[in-house]
């Protein structure tokens, strides 16, 4: 979102030091259009010798190339593609004209450089048309000006305007002189049934570079000057560092020195090797000085916790306590997750120099701003000093929300006066992460005459609480009875969002529990689930609920439908539905038997997130979540005992691989809608389906992740 | 510290490192070769996944003392434009989330369908089990590999 006026000094100050800095994006890459499906490298239009600049977003080429900055992190959510998309559909352009730069930070330009909660396309939407919009505008009012003739008589096809009398002028051949035009305000945007651009399938911009092995990431940054840092950390959470030996350390060949900051030791040295192999040879004497937590401490606290009503219930309408000494049965159940580790492929890492000039910061972050500002606080430096670029990410997840990494680099780097690029190995990455909360949720329902009279939600998490209108969810608005307690319990590991919060594992209770409960009420789970929306809609309970009853009955329908649920004969399927992330999801997972085994085959998915921009990108996000919702749910696993996470790498932590992923068949509500994002939300309710399905399976309930613990069927 | 002369992606090339430095760390920081990627260093996830002699091979645990004669070849040397079946199956099917993992991947399939020109799904499912993916662009994966298989 841009801020301040393009026209500036601070606009082209800050285009030239974008280019200097990242001139590798456009000179150092095969230099390729955004065409898609095709074979890579193929230039449509030629390198141009002058770029004129109109906004935050777009310079166009005196060759009619026209290059598109993408303001938000890449995480894998294909945004990089995806926004600039946006913007060339509305300026009217050829894809294959266009190149896409990755912008750096730059809080004056843009607003919500974030990659996070599924939200890049939704709240850039407007503002990326808008941005596209407003410089057609001014291409068509040049062009117009020169013909003599007014802006509504001039059309434009793929970046060429032309007037009745057929005469034409390309963007390229009039950039210079419109870029010297005011922007408008705002302009009238397309009707999306217009759209060219989106809606179609286009290739990852990156793709090319992925698959060639050009260095995209961070871990694969590599400059003049530069060394590397391993650091070594508290084994376990609570302890502080008493003394340490580097002798041994400095032995190995590479090995440059030792830095202590904090209870930390950074191991400097010329390679990456040298510096894992110099971590490894410290020692160090540590004290507890906090409590030494372990996993069955963590369970034991949920369960505590669970046992009691908040001081301040979240939601409340009507009274539960009534309903349930009235009911004729009333219904308990409790579901428990484990902390978990993001494991993003690519390890940690960050590059900084630090100089009396100017702090130069580069890597994976999701959260770029954030991190100029913990650097400006830890180094006591202005922001103003401060750079930040972002590179491509090996996975993010949420685990780069959260710059730990970025800030250890510039400490690192301000204490040794060089440019450093610091690395986790898989060992730091999976002991010193900011986990997922273990959590646990109390479903406590009162039933009256075979109707749900009270529902009473409990959760019971470490270091937070469900956010925002998350009590106020489905089945919230259906029942004459409700309330909502949370409780929040302090640990000392680190916690933080992890890919759909809250909803990774709440979304699992809640439809497993509601799939139970339909079985209990002998009502088919998709009726039941439909009967409760209805209610919602005509005659809602309390305050408003937070989600569109019709539009979660158009999912659940279309899943239903499209997996054959009400043919399913003796197949065995598992209904699932949630909102979150402002996007609809329903999945249904098919399970067979072979040899007594249940096998995940299928999961048939429909999803409402509003107009698609890139279907393709789009369905890798959906399958992506999915199999990541099936991976964790069923192999998540991870302890702590004494403090100390019990798992370091994948020989101690399974992940899901190719063998265990089943086929998804996904279908979209057809919509014209404002989009939203699709990062986060079918993986809430992929653990859900499965389980339901499972349960049709083998007669079996899980109430625990991961699966594969309370199953001695699956291996 | 000790030279070795390797021959990556059909070129003679001395290096000097330690003879238990793993193979990855002489292709990235004394060759620039990035394309192969560390991920777990135990040999667990594929992301340094590199043919030697023509075998899928982690190069995470391949010391450079015992590369001696082999050949190897990396993502970079796979194909001279990018062109590799499986490179253009991966565009076609626009396989990558993140794309950190996807050299592995791509490596693993290209030495496959170097011996087995038509893996049936058992087959290409087992050859790629040793490759994880946290984006899980499995079925994408599944599809390219057959894709590139008839190409």
Redesign the interface.
Known sequence: MTKNNPYTNSRRDFLKWGMASGAGLVVGFNFIGCQSDTAPVEIMKAMPSVWNEFDAYIKIGDTGLVSIFSQNPEIGQNIKTSMPMIVAEELDVAWRDVIVEQAPLNTDWYERQVAGGSQSIRQGWTTLRQAGAKVRHILLKTAAQKWGINIEDCKVKDGVISNPTGEQLSYGEIAAEASQQTLPEEVELKDPKEFKIIGQSKKNVDLNGIVTGQPLFGYDIKKEGMVHACVMRPPAFGMELVAFDDTAAKTINGVIETVKFGDKVAVIAENTWAAMKGKKALTAEWKQVEKAEDSAYHSEQLMLHLSKKADEPRRVDGDVDIAFAEADEVIERIYEAPFLPHNCMEPMNFYANVTEDKVELEGPIQTPAWQQDRVSKILDREKSDINVKMTRMGGGFGRRLYGDFGDEAAEISSLINKPVKLLFTREDDMTAGTYRPASAYRFKVGIKDGEISAYHLTEAFYNGMMFGQMPSNFPCGAITNYRVDCHNIKSNITTGAWRAPYANFLAFAEQAFLDELSGILDKDPVEFRLELLDKAKSDPVGEKYNYDADKFASVIKLAAEKSGWYNRGNKHLGFCAYYSHNTYVAEVAEVELSEGEPIIKKIYCAVDCGIVINPKAALNQIEGGIIDGIGHAMYGDFSFAKGQPQSDNYNKYRLIRMMEAPEIETHFVESYNDPTGLGEPTLPPAGGAIANALFSATGKRFYKQPFVKEMSLLG | ?PQYTIHVNGQPKTVE??SD??LL?VL???L???????????A??G?CTIHVDGNAMRSCSLPISKVGDQKIT???G?SE???HP???A?????V????????GQ?MTAAALLSKNKRPSDDE???T??G????????????EAIKAASKL
């Open positions: 510290m490192a330690d430095t793993p760390w990235r920081d004394n620039s070769l990035a394309g192969t990627k560390y991920g777990c260093g135990i667990q996830c992301a990396t993502i970079e796979l434009n990018g062109d499986l490179q253009k991966w565009a076609t099917h626009d990558p989330q993140c794309g950190y993992c996807q050299s791509i290409i499912i087992e790629m089990h490759n994880i993916c946290r984006c899980a662009s499995y079925t994408k994966i599944k």
